[in-house]
């Protein structure tokens, strides 16, 4: 069940300090918004595997990754894709635009991947 994708029963860019997030063994996909210049979208997951949907809302093209792991493909204006960022243990990792000047000019963003115990995750910072 480790490898599976993990479902947010609720979500958890909305989560209060303290509360605590039910997660269930399905599939979701967190969504990672790509425009100029950020990176915005479920930046909050559950660990287990991750598995994003990827979508380009800029005018240009973008990609975002994780520093030193996996990138998704470079997506022209108004595409998307799954990008599997692999199964990631509790923490917190860089995202990033990898097209030059993008990452410098705001294309950075932190994800936060919570620990799963009891079928919940617990937020640890308002949103
Ligand atoms: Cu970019």
Redesign the pocket.
């Known amino acids: 069940m480790a490898a599976a994708a993990i479902v947010l029963a609720s979500c958890a860019s909305d989560g209060v300090a303290g509360e605590r997030v039910e997660v269930t063994p399905d599939l979701f996909m967190p969504e990672l918004v790509?425009s100029?210049?950020k990176i915005e979208g479920d930046l909050v997951v559950p660990e287990g595997q991750i598995i994003a949907q990827v979508l380009n809302f800029?005018f240009?093209?973008?990609?975002v990754g994780l520093e030193g792991g996996p990138f998704s493909s470079t997506l022209f204006s108004d595409e998307e894709e799954a990008f599997d960022l692999g199964t990631l243990e509790p923490g917190t990792y860089v995202l990033y635009?990898d097209?030059e000047g993008?990452r410098s000019s705001g294309?950075e963003t932190t994800l936060t991947v919570l620990a799963v115990t009891d079928g919940a995750m617990t937020v640890p910072f308002d949103e």
């Open positions: 790509l100029e210049w800029g240009t093209e973008h990609n635009c097209i993008h294309m």
